[in-house]
């Protein structure tokens, strides 16, 4: 009977000593085309087309954090619990082939050394930011939680996110404005949604819940409830070290009540 119940484990284990540490297929231009076709057709919808992230987190850097080719591999095939990346049921030739075309978006040189004060950084953001994203088991819930979004996020990406929100609306949080029976609007971003009822938070982080019979209208906005942060409301200095900030969240902070 144990043995019956480890032979799962086990079978686990076993295929993860026959995943090569090494990519097999990398520097190969067969490979490279079939890899940029596949990637282009299963996940550039949430990674962008030039892999540097939209929803989903930019992957030209994952050989600059020194992460192995086996580690890559096992996370595309088992994709990421809790978040909107599924596994994948491509064969494995096809994900080693996504994986060497990846190879070759990677930068050649070294990113620079970052800059900003990430002290600054996090006052800044909690101050203007802290209302609607939570880090750490601080902020709001209108927005994203940004607990990880270091890990995840290149610079590119977070300067562009907070100058231009609405560039790249994140899933489940899709800005709508209701129009109730007594013509007062109301703008939030959607949680649940069906054919009868919606479920969504207003701008002052209020969970409702209204059926749509009892409502006017249901508007689909196309800007998002963050407001672009131009250097008019957000000066470079700023946004540089706020970026700095941010960059240091990777998931391993405390969580504070």
Aim: net charge positive; hydrophobic share 35%.
């Amino acid at each position: 009977m144990r043995l019956a119940l480890l032979l799962p484990v086990l079978s686990m284990f076993a295929g993860l000593a026959q995943t090569p540490a090494k990519n097999p297929r990398e520097g190969d231009p067969d490979a490279i085309r079939v890899g940029m076709a596949r990637f282009q057709l299963s996940c550039a919808e949430c990674h962008g087309v030039d892999a540097k992230g939209v929803f989903g987190p930019d992957l030209t850097t994952l050989w600059a954090t020194e992460v192995s080719d086996e580690r890559i591999f096992q996370t595309v095939r088992r994709g990421v619990p809790g978040s909107s990346m599924p596994p994948s049921r491509v064969p494995d030739d096809e994900i080693w082939a996504m994986l060497a075309y990846l190879r070759t978006l990677a930068p050649r040189e070294p990113p620079p050394p970052p800059t900003g004060d990430a002290q600054n950084g996090e006052r800044v953001f909690r101050a203007r930011c802290g209302s609607c994203h939570r880090v750490n088991g601080r902020g709001g819930y209108l927005g994203p939680d940004l607990s990880r979004i270091g890990s995840s996020r290149s610079r590119e990406a977070l300067i562009r996110d907070i100058r231009n929100a609405s560039a790249s609306i994140v899933p489940g949080y899709k800005p709508v404005t209701l129009v109730a029976s007594d013509g007062r609007r109301i703008r939030g971003v959607v949680k649940n949604e069906d054919a009868f009822s919606i479920q969504f938070m207003d701008t002052r982080d209020h969970l409702q819940g209204y059926l749509k019979s009892a409502l006017r209208e249901v508007i689909d906005e196309p800007r998002s409830v963050m407001p672009d942060f131009g250097p008019e409301q957000l000066s470079d200095r700023d946004l540089d070290d706020v970026v700095r900030f941010l960059g240091t969240l990777r998931g391993t902070g405390v969580t504070r009540p």
